[in-house]
């Protein structure tokens, strides 16, 4: 079947570790970011770089498998074409998903939180260049919330909500960092996800966003912080999310 001829409704954009969640889906066509005109490709180990059309349960979807984020050298325009382009094909609801590090105590790694706000700390935006009020007062759709909410109490898997912090990185944040964070209200932090939400709203979009916990923040725990960590612990969580998506979408 040609990508062209499909219509998908949502899509979803895959984090680290998480491009596993595509094996849950009946897969139509796999589109490559170097076959569409205008689309940046990611250098980092775990981002695929590629669109997959599918279903999950009886719903047509279009998944980003990878991203690129700011850190990589990208600019905000840039890292947003994918949802421009998603927007541009008829999608009208986006599933956001990235793997954060957790700074709210009762917030274990291995968990997922989904997103009822956040903190654009990344100090731009991919608005900029006019006047572009846009409201920001609800985001992440109260609707949306909702739905998954109810879904995963009836499948009996936690999912916590909370506020995610979008940083610009690439390094992982210091102790002090964490904590100045976390007094900003932060319950998840990590280097994405915060532009494309801004992107799709202006758009019109309902959004969701999902940050699967893969660790504890710095200074939360003993130990150090590896992007090794963040991919296993990421491909274990897929599979939780994909049972809930499944039954709401
Ligand atoms: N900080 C920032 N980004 C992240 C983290 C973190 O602890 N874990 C996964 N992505």
Request: some cysteine.
């Amino acid at each position: 079947m040609s990508w062209q001829s499909l219509r998908p409704e949502w899509g979803l954009v895959l984090g680290s570790g998480l491009g596993s969640f595509v094996e849950r889906m009946e897969i139509f066509a796999s589109v490559p970011y170097s076959e569409i005109a205008g689309l940046p490709q990611s250098s980092v180990p775990g981002h695929a770089g590629r669109f997959v059309f599918g279903k999950i349960g009886t719903t047509t979807v279009v998944a980003a498998q990878g991203r690129v984020h700011l850190y990589e050298g990208k600019s905000a325009a840039e890292v947003t074409a994918g949802v421009r382009w998603m927007q541009s094909l008829g999608v009208q609801r986006l599933v956001l998903t990235n793997a954060a590090g957790t700074c709210n105590p009762a917030f274990s790694p291995g968990s997922w939180m989904m997103l009822n706000d956040h903190l654009n700390l990344t100090h731009t935006t991919p608005l900029l260049g006019g006047a572009n009020f846009f409201d920001m007062s609800e985001v992440y759709s109260k609707t949306l919330r909702a739905r998954f909410s109810k879904v995963a109490a009836e499948l009996g898997t936690t999912l916590h909500e909370g506020v995610y912090a979008g940083l610009l990185g690439p390094q992982y944040e210091t102790p002090a960092e964490v904590r100045m964070l976390r007094t900003l209200g932060a319950d998840a932090v990590g280097m994405s996800t915060v532009l494309e939400a801004i992107q799709a709203r202006a758009l019109g979009m309902e959004v969701a966003g999902f940050s699967c916990l893969t660790n504890w923040a710095a200074g939360l725990h003993p130990g150090t912080l590896g992007h090794a960590e963040v991919l296993e612990t990421g491909k274990a969580a897929a599979a939780q999310l994909a049972a809930v998506l499944e039954r709401a979408l």
